[in-house]
């Protein structure tokens, strides 16, 4: 993997630069795995209920399968592609049944790789196991955090978690955050390393490609008129008071918005730390 920094010979290319995966193909995507992706522009009901979205470049869902269903089955990688929704790369893989799905790329996977899920199968990356046929200390990706509804934490780019312990019906798993969390023996996980994990070097560069990705401008409130913004107002720049907030008056960093009797609170062992 490599990272293409362009020649500064114009302001929008100073800072520009952009991931090179290596073994990524430019085949068009799998034609059966593609499935619509309307825009929202952050409204609801016609109404803005997220800022700053709009825009974006046009683009189709790919189907990428989370779902731990075809076991025993094995599968051959036949190419690792960029997903245009999200920051990992994602791989195409022929099943031998002769069935075709997307599943999160791991690092290391490459073109031709053989892949399985299964309760007993070898401990290589990109296979994926139940957390208690996993060895402790073993990096993992792509984790179910209940049993049979399909991976839901660490697929982001780069991210991992590490198999701490097996303690009675549930596992120990730390995550990238810090945070250790009980889960079920039973839920399956993949083994490695999320794919792409330079993503957060890449810098983009210019206004223009920040659009591309559904991204509009963010107004900072301290520029703002009294009006506008808590923030705003006054004579040259002025202190933020009492803490950040958003234009309705709401704390906008540090404040604690998880529920204090959230039934799961009791699977986390260790919160995460604080930055």
């Keep these: ?7 500064k010979n114009n302001a929008g290319r100073r800072f520009m630069s952009v991931i090179k995966p290596e073994g990524v193909t430019d085949k068009r995507p799998e034609k059966s ?3 619509p992706l309307p825009k929202k522009a952050g409204r609801s009901r016609g109404k803005i209920s997220v800022r700053h979205q709009g825009g974006g470049h046009r683009r189709r869902y790919r189907v990428v399968n989370f779902y731990y269903n075809k076991l ?4 051959r990688v036949l190419h690792l592609e960029k997903d245009p929704n999200r920051s990992a790369l994602i ?3 022929c099943y031998a049944d002769g069935e075709k799905r997307y599943v999160l790329a791991v690092e290391g996977m490459k073109k031709g790789q053989e892949i ?4 007993s199968v070898s401990i290589v990356n990109g296979n994926c196991l139940p957390l208690k046929n996993i060895p402790i200390g073993t990096i993992i990706c792509s984790i179910e955090m209940k049993e049979g509804k399909g991976a839901q934490i660490v697929r982001s780019a780069g991210s991992k978690a590490t198999l701490m312990a097996l303690d009675g019906e549930l596992a120990q798993v730390k995550l990238s955050s810090g945070e250790i969390r009980l889960i079920g023996k039973e839920c ?3 083994l490695g390393q999320v794919s792409n994990f330079e993503h957060s070097a890449e810098r983009i560069g210019k206004a223009g490609r920040s659009r591309w990705l559904n991204r509009r401008p963010a107004v900072r409130g301290t520029v703002m008129n009294a009006a506008d913004h808590p923030h705003g107002g006054g004579e040259g720049r002025q202190p933020l008071g009492t803490h950040p907030k958003t234009p309705w008056g709401k704390p906008a960093l540090g404040k604690k918005t998880r529920r204090q009797k959230k039934r799961s ?3 986390i062992v260790r919160r995460r730390s604080k930055k």
């Design 72 to 75: 025993n089955i094995p599968g």
């Design 188 to 190: 399956y996980a993949m």
């Design 116 to 119: 399985i899920a299964g309760e």
């Design 91 to 93: 791989s195409l893989v």
């Design 33 to 35: 795995l593609l499935a």
């Design 1 to 7: 993997m490599a990272i293409k920094v362009y020649k």
């Design 265 to 267: 609170n009791k699977y």
